[in-house]
């Protein structure tokens, strides 16, 4: 996302979130600011009302960006986007589920890989369409 659209990253969490944070740190290989464990509830929301894209798991973090009215990518392992999911204009969902083959539904693409935890099913270039589908848009 770097590379196409100029995006860097804020990686937001709570303190058990720190670890990863590091992980993703080494993985990024984009300007980042990691504010992993660092934030109060409050101050996240700052952050986030200031982002023009969250993209997280199925999180507080999720449903607070839809509340704040920013646009979101959420990505869902074993829990059901279209019941958890946030629900603005804006927001977006990649849904990884047990299925037979690969469909759309209401703004959720689902992903099918048996080989893996669902929410690892979920594939960056997943998650990156969804994005630079609301980019075109």
Known sequence: LYQRHGMAAVLLGSPPDANLGEWLRAD???PHLDL???LSLREAAAVIERCDLFVGNDSPLLQLAGALHVPAVGVFGGSD???RGSYGAEQRAV???????ERRRRHVAVVEDHRQPLINRVRV???VAWIEARDAS
Do not use: E
């Not at 849904?95 to 083959?101: E, K, M, S, Y």
């Open 95 to 101: 849904q990884a589920l047990r299925v037979t083959h």
């Open 125 to 127: 270039d997943d998650v």
């Open 36 to 38: 992993c464990g660092r």
């Open 28 to 30: 990024l290989g984009l």
């Open 81 to 83: 986007a279209h019941a």
